[in-house]
């Protein structure tokens, strides 16, 4: 007697994408230079009035998402990576908007990883799937809040089989004093400290040329006062890809 | 009756130190972004064309460097970073010449890390006792030759408590050749491409300024040939220190 054969996977269908790009460097934080593809969804919980991806954010780019399901997103990452695994990068807007705990399961017998970079405002079991959780919780000048209680769930849904690190964007005294604040708070996460853009998108859509040296002065600035305050479990990083291709798109 | 008190510990007397300088990043390879202190040996068994570190590697600035014991070196780094464990980054020159294993002895028990860089020409057994070994083997245009036994000894002499990672500097494209050559002989080693630096000090100690459009432009380049070639497991980073610094001494 035959086997009744399974029924087609269930996959949702509502994904809602900016943009799928690459292979590319991952160029801020932890994994800075690792080759990657990125994953981009549309739709943020924040206004950060500094985001340099609005097109992923502002719902008056909402018509230049796309729905796809989480099929059709693998099928591109491996279209563009060759077939050939790596690591994906989940970003946004804020991904974590997303159900996007399906492609990841499509992905990792694949063998690809997958990172996902959040502000930590929304926790989703499928955190523990991740091989790496970036948590960016917005420092004052965002002009957000941040949910304590949120973000420490996020840390716990990740659990001890993801890599969990704190990245957090400094643009004054202030910024700097939260990132300390983050740090004390959960001292066993390993933590990168990222000078803001100072040239970001505007929002009308313009790319403004990136003020290299200004980027640089800013790096410059925060390893300087890192090191004066002698906080060795820091690292200081750059956004690499900002230095290389400006504030353009799709690279 | 009373226990005879222990002799004085033994500690080599015979480091030729080029210079100790930090806390400030680590401006390469995989520790990227960390603070770090850095101890640079004197003396060289290469003679690398484009050698960026001439003042610790050229028998005619021999003068400059000061004979110093383990515990002398080891109390520069505690008064450097004011007691607070960070990790150490031990160069050269070629640190391998050296008997380094006393300095890490003498702080490891104090919560400092080590990390060492060396082409890898000459294997330790102390190399165990690091926690990163960042093996350096010099490309083509280095005018260098590969021991590839010594290579492998190295990656044998850290074992498997200490972290290896290779890193490549690459000119050209014979040295991306041989930079694929190098990770197809050690699969199970993480690898960072580094594009060569278009201007290093010169051999009479003039600093040139960094050409920084055109650091970026190699490593442009560099992003666009691993993708291409789907080498995911590599990683391609600039010298960030050059970038902030150029090529500045003692940052």
Known sequence: ?????????????????????????????ALIGEPTVFVRTGGCDY???????????????RDTWTPMAADAVMVEILRLSGNTPLTVS??????????????????????????????G????????????????????????????????????????DTQTILKIVVFDDADYAYARDVASRFPH????LQPGNPTPPTRDGHEPVVDIEATLDRTRA??????????????????????????????
């Open 47 to 61: 206004r950060c009035v500094w985001c340099d991806t609005l097109h992923a954010v502002d719902s008056a780019y």
């Open 121 to 160: 405002s929304i926790a989703r079991d499928w955190f523990a799937a991740l091989d790496v959780l970036v948590l960016s919780p917005k420092p004052p000048s965002s002009e957000m809040t941040t949910d304590w209680d949120m973000l420490r769930a996020c840390v716990d849904a990740a659990g001890p």
């Open 1 to 29: 007697m035959g086997r009744i054969p399974p029924g087609p996977r269930t996959v949702s269908t509502d994904l809602r994408i900016s943009e799928i790009f690459g292979p590319t460097i991952q160029g801020e934080g």
């Open 222 to 251: 925060l390893v300087d006062r890192v090191t004066q305050d002698r906080w060795f479990n820091a690292r200081v990083l750059p956004q690499l890809h900002v230095l290389l291709w400006g504030n353009r798109r799709g690279v």
């Open 90 to 119: 989940l970003s946004g807007g804020n991904p974590a908007i997303q159900p996007l705990g399906d492609v990841i399961a499509l992905g990792k017998p694949l063998g690809y990883r997958f990172a996902l970079e959040t502000q």
């Open 189 to 192: 996460l390993r933590i990168v």
